[in-house]
């Protein structure tokens, strides 16, 4: 398994802005592209943005689009999720996975994921 440790969720009133990350210390995630996935209380687990394995390309839900901003260090093998402009309803558990696809947005086709961090939007 690969190993994806998330970090940098936190409380934040509407407007304002966090900094998501993605660790793996194992240089196998270099052969995965990753993916973030939200999941709020009572909801299903949704697709929030994606980045290519090798990190020129990125996808993001129609949600998030103009709001949010994927990158990848594959030399610390980190990916960060900028988050701005963030809404209530961005409320959410936020999960960073891993899939041996070039790229995906469908969470069936992700192999591995972390524990996850919260993420809470005030009004």
């Known amino acids: 398994q690969v190993q994806l440790v998330e970090s940098g969720g936190g409380l934040v009133q509407a407007g304002g802005s966090l900094r998501l990350s993605c660790a793996a210390s194992?240089?196998?995630?270099?052969?995965?592209?990753l993916g973030w996935f939200r999941q709020a209380p009572g909801k299903e687990r949704e697709f929030v943005s994606a980045?290519?394995?090798?990190?020129?390309?990125?996808y993001y839900a129609d949600s998030v689009k103009g709001r949010f901003t994927l990158s990848r260090d594959n030399n610390e093998n980190t990916v960060y999720l900028q988050m701005n402009s963030l809404k209530p309803e961005d409320t959410a558990v936020y999960y960073c996975?891993?899939?041996?696809?070039?790229?995906?947005?469908?969470?069936?086709?992700?192999?591995?994921w972390g524990q996850g961090t919260q993420v809470t939007v005030s009004s």
């Open positions: 996975a891993a899939t041996a696809y070039p790229y995906s947005t469908l969470l069936r086709e992700y192999d591995y």
């Open positions: 194992d240089v196998i995630l270099s052969s995965y592209s």
């Open positions: 980045i290519s394995w090798s990190g020129g390309n990125t």
